[in-house]
């Protein structure tokens, strides 16, 4: 399964990225804009809440699991998910909790 995560979190970047730079492409680089389009209407910004709510739980679970369990590495899923994404950031988070040698 570990590969499975990895492979996952790679999909998770590179799609949701290929999305994103189309759209900054059309719209111009203004973060803000971004932001204004993803509550567009209620739909997307369930979605947006949605996102947001999974984020802040994985980050917590990750800070709890790395001062617990002392798997520091795994804290690197924090700044993925929020520079890159949930798609990337929980299977990546999977993938280093998975390593061989984590204590459980």
Sequence with gaps: MRY???ALAVWG???PMYYFVAWF???TW???AMVDA???NAATSGLVWDLTIAAVTLTIWAIYEAFSRK???SLLAVPATFMIGVSCGLPLYLYLRSRPGFAR
């Design 4 to 6: 499975v995560w990895l």
């Design 13 to 15: 970047t590179i799609h």
């Design 25 to 27: 492409n059309a719209n």
């Design 30 to 32: 203004d973060i803000m």
């Design 38 to 40: 993803w509550h567009a």
């Design 71 to 73: 798997n520091y590495l």
